[in-house]
């Protein structure tokens, strides 16, 4: 009974406020007596709540946010330069021996997955 919001002697003081006051303000006391036990039900809860650790960001090192981001635009970058050449040769390839176009799909797809995944393992770190 330790967990009770209110003790037992708590409970006799607010039905003896109940009877001595009477009928009419019955309403007032057993609801001064909710409030209690709902103000302590949220002190519980808010006590709860802080004792969840939460992982504290660490602020980022400038230069290692730097770092990262001319990582990812060389992918970026890398990504064009590798892409625009294959998409040429592709199309022209297809156009010129009447080819499917699926290659050129995957061959962007493939520049995306590699785009993707640079960025994902870079977003990690």
Do not use: C
Not at 19 to 39: M, Q
Not at 66 to 82: E, F, H, I, P
């Amino acid at each position: 009974m330790s967990d009770s919001p209110l003790s037992a002697q708590d409970i006799r003081a607010a039905a003896e406020v109940h009877r001595e006051l009477g009928p009419n303000y019955g309403d007032a006391v057993v609801e001064s007596f909710l409030a209690k036990i709902d103000k302590h039900i949220e002190a519980r809860v808010e006590e709860r709540l802080a004792s969840v650790a939460r992982p504290v960001r660490r602020p980022v090192d400038p230069a290692r946010l730097r770092k990262y981001r001319t990582a990812l635009a060389g992918a970026a970058m890398g990504s064009v330069v590798a892409g625009v050449p294959l998409t040429l040769v592709t199309w022209r390839w297809a156009n010129q021996f009447g080819g499917s176009h699926k290659a050129l799909v995957a061959i962007w797809v493939v520049l995306l997955a590699v785009y993707g995944l640079v960025a994902f393992r870079l977003r990690r770190r």
